[in-house]
């Protein structure tokens, strides 16, 4: 059986920014009959995520993320429909997902490695579970919950950067979900701003390609800030650091402003800000979701019945066509986050549900 898939083409540097033609797409052969053990499935959906940056260097820098290999395909987070299956767990039409789902129209993959999905979850919106009610979703809710030290009732100011992106657009509606009283995200453009405010019910929103984030911090974070859920690092954090309270809490998601720079993970502070940190006894420790995979499943209950309440509001961006997932999203992604208004994960949709 002939399939379409896309390989890893070029790596661009530990200190580069990524380029369309680091992905190559080609065809290819699966073998005609699966055995014992496997499934073979139909692609439905790609997800296409930060962290895949660093698979594509030699070194990723990471123990638990492994490189991905020149002239091999490319795989993360990805849902299908199953066709046939020597799987005793799988049957036909079952919907399955997968952490390493390979980037191709076609898959067959050891059973072991797939989870059945509940459609009736979300309602039939399969791609959610490629985002707020899965790994993006879990993200930011073992986050705040693990690291976040929210308090219903204690009057806490939170900060999200990174705030129109997957995880952050979650962390906010979460944070108040939970019990902080303002919430106050940073973004990239005013129309996300504006999104953030009207329809995701942030206090308010600054554009960090504007003016001064630092005056801005201070002016709409008058009682200092409690909880900061941190996806960009660099810059943007060391203003909010600069304006966190003692005893405050860091949740450490990500540094997305330093995945094209060889840096070790997660990258120090600049020494007056670590100064700051140390002085105010404010706590920054690694968060990394997949720690917490006992607590997953309770988790994505509580999102989808959000969800379903309306009362956790998702936006998604999904695009149409295995050809464009390294030219069209993944490599803008990476330089300079959504380029179009997209409050959610970013996928890749194959066919047609
Ligand atoms: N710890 C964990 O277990 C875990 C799990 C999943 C994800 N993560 C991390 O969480 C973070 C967010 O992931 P995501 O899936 O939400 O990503 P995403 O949807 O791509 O959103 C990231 C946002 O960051 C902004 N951004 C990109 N480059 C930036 C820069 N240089 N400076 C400031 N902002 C920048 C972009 O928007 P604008 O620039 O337009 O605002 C973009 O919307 C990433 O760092 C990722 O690695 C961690």
Redesign the pocket.
């Known amino acids: 059986m002939i399939i379409q898939r896309v390989v890893l083409n070029s790596r661009p540097g530990k200190n580069g920014v990524p380029v369309a033609e680091n992905f190559r797409m080609e065809a290819a052969s699966l073998p005609d009959k699966i055995t014992d053990g496997q499934v073979q499935a139909r692609t439905l959906y790609l997800s296409v995520?930060?962290?895949m940056r660093c698979r594509m260097n030699e070194d990723t820098g990471s123990d638990y993320l492994l490189p991905w290999q020149l002239s091999e395909v490319a795989d993360g987070g990805g849902i299908g429909v199953v066709e046939e299956s020597k799987h005793a767990n799988f049957a036909k039409g079952d919907i399955v997902t997968s952490f390493n789902w390979p980037w191709q129209t076609k898959v067959i993959l050891d059973g072991r490695l797939l989870q059945k999905l509940d459609p009736q979850l979300v309602d039939g919106h399969l791609s959610y579970f490629l985002g707020a009610a899965g790994?993006?979703g879990l993200?930011s809710f073992l986050?705040i919950k693990e690291k976040g030290h929210v308090t219903q009732g204690a009057n806490q100011t939170m900060v999200v950067?990174?705030?129109?992106?997957?995880?952050?657009s979650l962390a906010g509606q979460i944070g108040r979900l939970e019990g902080c009283s303002r919430v106050v995200g940073?973004?990239?453009?005013d129309e996300?701003c504006s999104i953030l405010v009207s329809e995701m019910g942030f206090d308010a929103a600054i554009n960090?390609k504007k003016g001064n984030v630092a005056e801005q911090l201070h002016e709409l974070c008058p009682a200092g800030v409690d909880v900061y859920f941190d996806?960009?690092g660099?810059d943007?954090s060391d203003a909010v650091i600069n304006q966190m309270n003692q005893n405050s809490h860091i949740i450490?998601?990500?540094?997305?402003?330093q995945?094209n720079k060889d840096v070790p993970y997660p990258p120090p502070l600049p020494p007056a800000v670590e100064e700051i940190q140390k002085a105010r006894n404010i706590t920054r420790e690694r968060?990394?979701?997949?720690n917490y995979m006992d607590k997953h499943e309770a988790s994505i209950l509580q999102l989808c019945q959000w969800i379903k309440e309306g009362k956790l509001k998702v936006k998604e961006t999904v695009v149409k066509g295995l050809e464009n997932i390294g030219v069209q999203m993944f490599v803008p992604?990476l330089e300079?986050?959504?380029k179009i208004i997209?409050l959610?994960?970013?996928k890749m949709s194959l066919q047609e549900r």
């Open positions: 995520d930060p962290y790994i993006t993200t986050g950067s990174g705030a129109a992106g997957a995880c952050g940073i973004c990239g453009t996300k960090y996806n960009v660099g943007i450490l998601c990500g540094q997305i402003s995945y968060f990394l979701v997949l992604l300079y986050g959504f997209c959610n994960k970013v």
